[in-house]
């Protein structure tokens, strides 16, 4: 996907006489790294990360909203005479989130430990990029280091998942 992208909008771009993107670092060392600069040599490795969790993402929360609009709640709400607006969002949607917020969770530290391949891609500064160059170092105390980082952030995650869990749906308590 990465590499698309940049054929597409760096060097297709370039070849066109068009304004492109940067394919690689945090800024452009000419120019200073301002809030601009960072924030244009982001637009490629993000996209390139959102696009593939987006795409599993809207499968999954619309899969679930259609089991959740053929419930009776959802009937009875439509029938009390509620817009159709208000019994998609405030009665539909929370209770097809509950699964969502599920994976959510469990992607946001492997999101954060994944983008290792994407950081390499785009040569930008990261925990991604440097796992990746410890592997081919063989530092092991870095490497044990890093998948500890990334072992507390799953566990933080999890904490955080189940506190949303609990503002999503009151059925659930924790004693």
């Known amino acids: 996907m990465a590499y698309v992208l940049i054929y597409i909008f760096s060097i297709g771009l370039r070849s ?42 809207s499968r999954y929360i619309r899969s679930t909203m259609l089991e959740v609009i053929n419930s009776d709640y959802i009937r009875t709400a439509r029938s009390k005479g509620l817009s159709e ?45 440097l796992f990746i160059q410890q ?10 280091g890093l998948l500890m980082m990334i072992s507390l952030a799953v566990v933080v995650f999890q904490i955080v998942t189940d506190v949303v869990y609990t503002l999503l749906d009151p059925r659930i308590r924790y004693s």
Do not use: C
């Open 16 to 57: 066109a006489g068009l304004p492109y993107l940067p394919t690689s670092g945090i800024f452009d060392p000419t120019v200073g790294r301002t809030t601009g600069q960072v924030l244009w040599h982001l637009i490629l490795p993000v996209t390139t990360i959102s696009m593939i969790t987006i795409a599993a993402y």
């Open 85 to 129: 607006r208000r019994t998609v969002f405030v009665h539909a949607f929370k209770n097809a989130a509950l699964p969502l917020v599920t994976l959510v969770g469990l992607d946001v530290p492997f999101l954060l430990a994944g983008a290792a391949v994407t950081e390499t891609i785009f040569a930008w500064p990261g925990l991604g990029q």
């Open 135 to 144: 592997i081919e170092r063989k530092d092991y105390p870095v490497l044990m």
